[in-house]
């Protein structure tokens, strides 16, 4: 008895033919089916350079594309001539030019003659199935998929999106119930023979033949009508990333490989000489095995799923990158953001430095450059004060301003000038502490030499522009520590917002502010207001300011501010 091995070849055809000497010179029949896309003079070759050994044939060859027929018509041409040849074969193999065994042949060899009637093939209804990766489960048996996914995409979902609409419906064959499952099996004479040569084939093939990935389901479906023992598993150590991939496995692999215990591995990179050194050797030089278990790596493979879908906090890379929510924490570190505080406060940015011995930066998306700590043109990281590169791509720059200067808390100013600034994914991040001061953009303009027209008409833009950015840091959405105060709030009691404010950037001091930074001087800026409002520009971001107010004019008792959670 012995076991025959049918070979999906399409490159790395010295490879295929290593391996596929390798499995003969143990006993192993081999048909190989090379792909019909190779040239011919490829094929002829490797077909001249196998032809010394006479248990290594080739079969009628198909053009294979993934998700289409080609790939069933091939495996269903190699086993034919399997059975036809070599009558002394008791299971047949299924493997690629891409797959390499892991242990000894005659290991594999007993362990299928000590199971005589055991078909091994992943086999498992449409709703059983967790393994669908962006893909159709049931509707890909009753749908028809004329068109390839990866030549003609456009017109595959075009196409399901109008039998969907219609409701069109394929029939099942009687006698089957569709089940999925992995390519790669090892099947019975018996339940093989029985498959093929079903007086029925012809129909289950014109069925399968618009089914989407027909590998995948056919001799999955079909084996659960004349298998009398499955064991729903496939003894090929086959895994696959988040997305549905093939995993490749390259030299440093090698230890890995062996853990599993597999007889089968795919798909190995043509390449890696460590790997096919390891395990193409005599049988004397094998290492011995226990029963083939692929979950024990099934915890390596989910860290590295989760290291390439989650990474660590604050990074990005490659893999994710370009897809929303998967920062595992949008920036690295904890830092605050100031609105409205430059503006009021005449020495603002070197108090918060004495005060809470953080980094204070000005506006680090002011339209002119970015206003590092001290005038720095280049900070940690090399992070340049140039708009330009800042603006290519805001959020990257804020996210490796906190990851270059991690261990230091960054304090750094916006405004409504600061149109660049990501405001939406600053409000978004629960490792930002936002301190408002509403309405301050009006502070400027009222010191300003600029005609009044020029005022009423920046003020009215200016206020836009502030309005959109607090109805970020308002929304539903927002999971940074938001703290709203109208201007007219804020200098009625200034210190006791500011005390909180250094409270929640847990400085190592606990002891009351004992200096407050220098307010600048407000005296007309409420008939500043009025005349906007004469003008026909009704300010309301920075609250109610009477017309004329007496400097030492008693103040009222502080409301509480507005406070998003």
Same mark, same amino acid.
């Given at each position: 008895?012995?076991?025959?091995?049918?070979?999906?070849?399409?490159?790395?055809?010295?490879?295929?033919?290593? +391996?596929?000497?390798?499995?003969?010179?143990?006993?192993? $029949?081999?048909?190989?089916?090379?792909?019909?896309?190779?040239?011919?003079?490829?094929?002829?070759?490797?077909?001249?350079?196998?032809?010394?050994?006479?248990?290594? +044939?080739?079969?009628?060859?198909?053009?294979?594309?993934?998700?289409?027929?080609?790939?069933?018509?091939?495996?269903?041409?190699?086993?034919?001539?399997?059975?036809?040849?070599?009558?002394?074969?008791?299971?047949?193999?299924?493997?690629?030019?891409?797959?390499?065994?892991?242990?000894?042949?005659?290991?594999?060899?007993?362990?299928?003659?000590?199971?005589?009637?055991?078909?091994?093939?992943?086999?498992?209804?449409?709703?059983? +199935?967790?393994?669908?990766?962006?893909?159709?489960?049931?509707?890909?048996?009753?749908?028809?998929?004329?068109?390839?996914?990866?030549?003609?995409?456009?017109?595959?979902?075009?196409?399901?999106?109008?039998?969907?609409?219609?409701?069109?419906?394929?029939?099942?064959?009687?006698?089957?119930?569709?089940?999925?499952?992995?390519?790669?099996?090892?099947?019975?004479?018996?339940?093989?023979?029985?498959?093929?040569?079903? *007086?029925?084939? %012809?129909?289950?093939?014109?069925?399968?033949?618009?089914?989407?990935?027909?590998?995948?389901?056919?001799?999955?479906?079909?084996?659960?009508?004349?298998?009398?023992?499955?064991?729903?598993?496939?003894?090929?150590?086959?895994?696959?990333?988040?997305?549905?991939?093939?995993?490749?496995?390259?030299?440093?692999?090698?230890?890995?490989?062996?853990?599993?215990?597999?007889? +089968?591995?795919?798909?190995?990179?043509?390449?890696?000489?460590?790997?096919?050194?390891?395990?193409?050797?005599?049988?004397?030089?094998?290492?011995?095995?226990?029963?083939?278990?692929?979950?024990?790596?099934?915890?390596?493979?989910?860290?590295?799923?989760?290291?390439?879908?989650? =990474?660590?906090?604050?990074?990005?890379?490659?893999?994710?990158?370009?897809?929303? =929510?998967? /920062?595992?924490?949008?920036?690295?570190?904890?830092?605050?953001?100031?609105? =409205?505080?430059?503006?009021?406060?005449?020495?603002?940015?070197?108090?918060?430095?004495?005060?809470?011995?953080?980094?204070?930066?000005?506006?680090?998306?002011? $339209? %002119?450059?970015? /206003?590092? %700590?001290?005038?720095?043109?280049? &900070?940690?990281?090399?992070?340049?004060?140039?708009?330009?590169?800042?603006?290519?791509? $805001?959020?990257?720059?804020?996210?490796?301003?906190?990851?270059?200067?991690?261990?230091?808390?960054?304090?750094?100013?916006?405004?409504?000038?600061?149109?660049?600034?990501?405001?939406?994914?600053?409000?978004?991040?629960?490792?930002?502490?936002?301190?408002?001061?509403?309405?301050?953009?009006?502070?400027?303009?009222?010191?300003?030499?600029?005609?009044?027209?020029?005022?009423?008409?920046?003020?009215?833009?200016?206020?836009?522009?502030?309005?959109?950015?607090?109805?970020? &840091?308002?929304? *539903?959405?927002?999971?940074?520590?938001?703290?709203?105060?109208? &201007?007219?709030?804020?200098?009625?009691?200034?210190?006791?917002?500011?005390?909180?404010?250094?409270?929640?950037?847990?400085?190592?001091?606990?002891?009351?502010?004992?200096?407050?930074?220098?307010?600048?001087?407000?005296?007309?800026? =409420?008939?500043?207001?009025?005349?906007?409002?004469?003008?026909?520009?009704?300010?309301?971001?920075?609250?109610?300011?009477?017309?004329?107010?007496?400097?030492?004019?008693?103040?009222?008792?502080?409301?509480?501010?507005?406070?998003?959670?």
């Amino acid at each position: 008895m012995s076991v025959g091995i049918l070979m999906l070849v399409h490159t790395a055809l010295d490879r295929a033919e290593q +391996v596929a000497r390798h499995w003969a010179n143990a006993g192993c $029949p081999v048909v190989i089916h090379v792909d019909k896309k190779v040239p011919r003079k490829t094929y002829d070759r490797f077909v001249e350079s196998c032809s010394d050994h006479s248990m290594i +044939v080739f079969c009628k060859r198909h053009s294979c594309e993934w998700g289409m027929w080609g790939i069933v018509a091939a495996s269903q041409s190699a086993a034919e001539m399997m059975l036809e040849q070599f009558a002394d074969v008791h299971h047949i193999y299924l493997s690629s030019g891409s797959c390499l065994p892991l242990r000894p042949v005659q290991e594999l060899k007993d362990y299928l003659a000590a199971r005589p009637r055991t078909d091994f093939i992943e086999s498992a209804t449409t709703a059983d +199935v967790p393994w669908t990766v962006g893909g159709l489960d049931h509707e890909r048996f009753t749908l028809r998929f004329p068109f390839s996914w990866k030549k003609r995409r456009y017109l595959f979902d075009k196409w399901v999106d109008i039998q969907r609409f219609v409701r069109f419906k394929r029939t099942i064959p009687k006698g089957i119930v569709p089940h999925m499952g992995s390519q790669w099996w090892c099947l019975t004479r018996q339940t093989l023979s029985a498959i093929l040569q079903d *007086p029925d084939r %012809e129909i289950f093939d014109k069925f399968f033949k618009r089914v989407w990935i027909p590998d995948e389901s056919y001799f999955q479906t079909l084996a659960r009508v004349y298998s009398s023992n499955i064991e729903s598993r496939s003894l090929t150590l086959s895994k696959f990333d988040f997305q549905g991939k093939p995993h490749i496995f390259y030299d440093d692999h090698l230890q890995l490989l062996r853990r599993s215990d597999c007889f +089968v591995a795919r798909k190995i990179w043509p390449h890696a000489e460590k790997i096919y050194g390891g395990f193409l050797r005599s049988p004397e030089g094998a290492i011995k095995m226990s029963e083939p278990n692929p979950a024990k790596i099934d915890r390596i493979f989910a860290k590295a799923v989760e290291r390439r879908t989650k =990474g660590r906090s604050g990074l990005y890379m490659q893999s994710r990158f370009p897809n929303e =929510g998967w /920062e595992n924490g949008m920036t690295f570190g904890r830092y605050s953001v100031f609105h =409205g505080f430059t503006e009021l406060f005449e020495d603002f940015e070197p108090w918060l430095a004495r005060a809470t011995g953080t980094r204070v930066h000005g506006h680090l998306y002011a $339209p %002119e450059r970015v /206003e590092f %700590e001290g005038g720095q043109r280049v &900070l940690n990281g090399a992070l340049s004060d140039s708009p330009k590169l800042r603006d290519y791509n $805001p959020i990257a720059f804020l996210t490796n301003l906190v990851w270059n200067t991690r261990g230091e808390r960054q304090c750094f100013q916006v405004g409504p000038r600061d149109e660049g600034a990501p405001v939406w994914f600053i409000c978004k991040d629960p490792n930002a502490q936002i301190s408002v001061i509403s309405g301050a953009w009006a502070i400027p303009l009222f010191k300003s030499n600029m005609n009044f027209a020029d005022i009423r008409k920046e003020a009215a833009r200016l206020q836009k522009l502030e309005s959109d950015q607090l109805h970020a &840091l308002r929304s *539903p959405y927002a999971k940074a520590r938001v703290r709203i105060w109208s &201007l007219a709030e804020f200098i009625e009691a200034p210190m006791e917002p500011l005390q909180t404010i250094i409270d929640e950037i847990g400085t190592d001091s606990t002891r009351r502010l004992a200096e407050a930074p220098k307010m600048t001087d407000l005296t007309g800026f =409420g008939q500043f207001l009025q005349n906007l409002k004469n003008q026909g520009m009704h300010p309301y971001l920075m609250g109610d300011f009477p017309v004329t107010q007496a400097e030492n004019e008693q103040k009222k008792p502080p409301r509480k501010p507005y406070l998003v959670q």
